[in-house]
């Protein structure tokens, strides 16, 4: 009876661990849009977040976004890691949120990877 128990419990974990592991590889694009605005630092010496609009996607979450960038944010053009001052109004980009995102509108959260788009 114990071995019925221990067999059918690692065949229900094969089962559910593999799912786990592929949700936590890919990330759920929050927004894709068009930078509108950039926010920057008291003293002006850096970039702390961008307000994105687009429209919602069966891919994406949200229309209008306040995305704060902090320093563990990855921002890419392509393959390609670039910094917070390279973003600028009008690039199309895409955001994957990290941790909660504020419900307000514009939704306000902060952003794990940032990528240009062409």
Same mark, same amino acid.
């Given at each position: 009876?114990?071995?019925?128990?221990?067999?059918?419990?690692?065949?229900?974990?094969?089962?559910?661990?593999?799912?786990?592991?592929?949700?936590? #590889?890919?990330?759920?694009?929050?927004?894709?849009? /068009?930078?509108?605005?950039? +926010?920057?630092?008291?003293?002006?010496?850096?970039?702390?977040?961008?307000?994105?609009?687009? /429209?919602?996607?069966?891919?994406?979450? +949200?229309?209008? #976004?306040?995305?704060?960038?902090?320093?563990?944010?990855?921002?890419?053009?392509?393959?390609?890691?670039?910094? #917070?001052?390279?973003?600028?109004?009008?690039?199309?980009?895409?955001?994957?949120?990290?941790?909660?995102? #504020?419900?307000?509108?514009?939704?306000?959260?902060?952003?794990?990877?940032i990528t240009i788009i062409e």
């Open positions: 009876m114990k071995r019925i128990l221990v067999l059918g419990l690692m065949l229900m974990l094969s089962v559910f661990l593999p799912s786990c592991s592929e949700e936590a #590889a890919t990330d759920t694009i929050g927004i894709r849009g /068009e930078i509108k605005e950039i +926010y920057t630092s008291e003293d002006g010496t850096s970039i702390t977040g961008i307000l994105v609009e687009g /429209e919602v996607q069966e891919d994406t979450m +949200y229309d209008s #976004a306040n995305v704060s960038i902090d320093d563990n944010t990855e921002i890419y053009m392509g393959e390609e890691k670039i910094s #917070a001052e390279d973003l600028e109004t009008g690039l199309m980009v895409e955001v994957v949120f990290e941790g909660p995102v #504020a419900e307000s509108y514009p939704v306000q959260g902060t952003a794990k990877k």
